[in-house]
């Protein structure tokens, strides 16, 4: 009989885990604990014998085989944000959506500080009696962690960005002892763990009443914080303090630095644009985000992410994107600018979407090739939104060269983690990659002038038959 844990056999052996750590909570027979894997992520590992009765896959955001209420985000907003009154396709259920900053936490934040914002304002309007968001680790081993706030001075030393792996498995357990209500921070995989674990036990729904959304475009290994790391000659056993959002306020909000001190702590930092594209390139991502299609955390009461949008990018210090997605949410942020806490710019669905393009494109656009792709390889894959869209060749072999990188990437950092002798590695496979884009640029461009052409010809024939 296999005693395989459904949710190793369907999720973790098909590369597909995230380490949001959910399954550890569920199971009810203790058999799963977080451990790193070689490729520097968070997986479940099985410490004890499983009573396979199944829970662990039924509160994965990656679970191959959903039961059809939660097949996708789009049946379980239904479910848990019920009251929302706009939907899109692209962005789910939502209220509005701006652009904007908090006066009080901007500079202190990695954006435009609206997360610690929200967290500080759901704490004193008594929503929630804690937080839990990203702190810096108390054991070793790891550089940061989920961990609880009460107060806005907690607050403040839980905000910036972390692309770093961090886990869920012992913070539903933590609640479950807590007094009070709690709100959570998270990405789209983490917050849709949180809502599939609310909708197979109701009680943590009055428990967790709010949850905080952190736009994504993909989790990184550890070994990204050890390759720019290694980028400034610094060891990955002597890394301290990883800073990986150091604004420039004289310059553009994406000219940011990474910063980490070495064993003598002295920091050292470098700018991530000499380092290159870490973001559309796959490298060192979570194979699982290849399999994700919500680019804005669709699940949760607000989700924040960058303002990659002129005007906005060209202030330094950082603006937010904003959607709201239930009344408490809306009316937090009307709130905070009424009282002149929040400065904020309604911002046009239009504009909101260019601001996340590459994601889009990658992340809807893409799925139906790296779904066929792994099918091909028998790999098992959730059942995604986008998996019909038709594509043609020339984009179907940008989607695979981004996968060959993503792979190749970890595999040369653990066979060799040196950042010289990875970037003479990475050369061919990125060069490929971005000769392979070009192709499918130029081609998207030559098919929409065609595609113009032809309607401008159509136009005039039209308009001569009429004064005919
Ligand atoms: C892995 C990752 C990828 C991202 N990709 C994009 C993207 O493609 N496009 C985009 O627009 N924005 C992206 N963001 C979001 C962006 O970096 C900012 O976090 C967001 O705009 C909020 O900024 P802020 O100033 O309001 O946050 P702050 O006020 O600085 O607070 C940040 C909050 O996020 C929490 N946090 C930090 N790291 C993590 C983590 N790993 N998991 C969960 N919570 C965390 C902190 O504890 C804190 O509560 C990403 C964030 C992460 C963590």
């Known amino acids: 009989m296999n005693t395989t844990p459904k949710v190793i056999d369907s999720v973790v052996n098909n590369n597909l885990c995230i380490g949001c750590g959910m399954c550890v909570y569920k199971c009810p027979s203790n058999a799963l604990e977080m451990q790193w894997n070689e490729h520097g ?75 610690t914002y929200i967290c500080a304002e759901l704490l004193e309007k008594k929503h929630v009696d804690h937080i839990f968001s990203i702190k810096e680790a108390s054991k070793p081993g790891t550089h940061y962690e989920y961990a609880i706030s009460s107060s806005k001075s907690d607050l403040l030393i839980a905000s910036k960005t972390r692309y770093f792996p961090v886990t869920l498995a012992t913070v539903l357990s933590e609640i479950d002892n807590l007094e009070g209500t709690v709100a959570i921070v998270g990405i789209g995989c983490f917050i849709k763990a949180i809502r599939l674990a609310q909708h197979s036990e109701p009680k943590l729904k009055e428990k967790i009443p709010f949850l905080i959304g952190i736009i994504c475009g993909g989790v990184k290994s550890s070994f990204f914080t050890e390759y720019l790391a290694s980028k400034m000659d610094i060891e990955a056993s002597n890394i301290q303090k990883p800073q990986f959002r150091k604004k420039d306020i004289t310059s553009t909000a994406n000219d940011y630095s990474f910063s980490c001190s070495d064993a003598d702590n002295e920091e050292k930092s470098i700018k991530m644009r000499i380092v290159g594209d870490m973001w559309g390139t796959g490298l060192f991502k979570a194979n699982a985000c290849d399999f994700c299609d919500d680019v804005t955390t669709e699940l949760a009461d607000i989700s924040l992410g960058d303002a990659w949008l002129d005007p906005y990018y060209k202030d330094g ?4 994107v904003v959607v709201t997605r239930s009344l408490v949410a809306e009316n937090l942020i009307k ?111 030559f098919t929409h002038l065609k595609n113009r052409l032809i309607e401008e010809i159509g136009k005039r024939i039209f308009s001569k038959n009429k004064m005919k």
Request: glycine residues 4%; hydrophobic residues 35%; positive net charge.
């Open 317 to 320: 210090k950082g603006t937010n």
């Open 335 to 445: 709130e905070g600018i009424r009282n002149n806490d929040l400065a904020m710019d309604l911002l046009p669905l239009e504009n909101f979407l260019a601001s996340q393009q590459g994601s889009f494109n990658h992340r809807h656009n893409g799925m139906a090739a790296r779904i066929e792709i792994a099918k091909n390889n028998k790999q098992l894959v959730p059942p995604k939104r986008y998996e019909q869209e038709k594509l043609t060749i020339d984009f179907k072999l940008v989607q695979k060269q981004r996968m060959q990188v993503r792979a190749r990437s970890l595999a040369i950092w653990k066979k060799n983690p040196d950042a010289k002798s990875f970037d003479k590695q990475m050369e061919k496979p990125l060069d490929r990659l971005k000769f392979l884009t070009k192709i499918y640029h130029k081609r998207r461009r």
């Open 41 to 115: 992520f968070l997986i479940p590992k099985v410490i004890e014998n499983c009573d396979l009765n199944g829970d662990c896959s039924d509160v994965c955001p990656f679970n191959p085989f959903p039961k059809d209420e939660v097949k996708s985000e789009d049946e379980l907003a239904k479910i848990c944000l019920p009251n929302s009154t706009q939907f899109h396709k692209k962005i789910g259920k939502f209220e509005r959506i701006y652009a904007g900053y908090s006066n009080e936490f901007r500079l202190s934040s990695s954006s435009g500080g609206l997360a």
